[in-house]
């Protein structure tokens, strides 16, 4: 099991940007789809933005849409997420992922019960704290 690894959650005012970095040490790193996902206090884990092999195409949660992007180099290993005009509603915790199937990321919050199981790989999740 490879363990991807998160940075750059804060504590921060509302109207904030961050960066969120993921570095993924996986032997064919461009193979895989990478997706981040959060988990706010009291709810269930969601899907926040998927980005393909190729980073050609990318999917988000309509919840962020226009205010974070995702974005990967397959040179660095890296996949990122840019977060802007944070809300406190985002306060949660992020976590990164990678599939070597697209599917397996878009359909997992959809799916009955343990459709998260079917990701390959996760992080342990970076803390982001937006202040009102």
């Known amino acids: 099991q490879v363990q991807l690894v998160e940075s750059g959650g804060a504590l921060v005012e509302a109207g904030a940007s961050l960066t969120l970095s993921c570095v993924a040490p996986?032997?064919?790193?461009?193979?895989?789809?990478l997706a981040w996902f959060r988990q706010a206090p009291g709810k269930e884990r969601e899907f926040v933005s998927a980005?393909?092999?190729?980073?050609?195409?990318?999917k988000y949660a309509d919840s962020v849409k226009g205010r974070f992007t995702i974005s990967r180099d397959n040179n660095k290993n890296m996949v990122y997420l840019q977060m802007d005009k944070l809300k406190p509603d985002d306060t949660a915790v992020y976590y990164c992922?990678?599939?070597?199937?697209?599917?397996?990321?878009?359909?997992?919050?959809?799916?009955?019960?343990?459709?998260?199981?079917?990701?390959?790989?996760w992080g342990q999740g970076t803390q982001v704290t937006v202040s009102s």
């Open positions: 992922a990678a599939d070597l199937a697209w599917v397996d990321l878009i359909e997992a919050q959809s799916e009955y019960g343990s459709g998260y199981a079917r990701i390959d790989h």
């Open positions: 996986l032997h064919s790193f461009s193979k895989y789809c």
């Open positions: 980005i393909n092999w190729e980073g050609t195409t990318t």
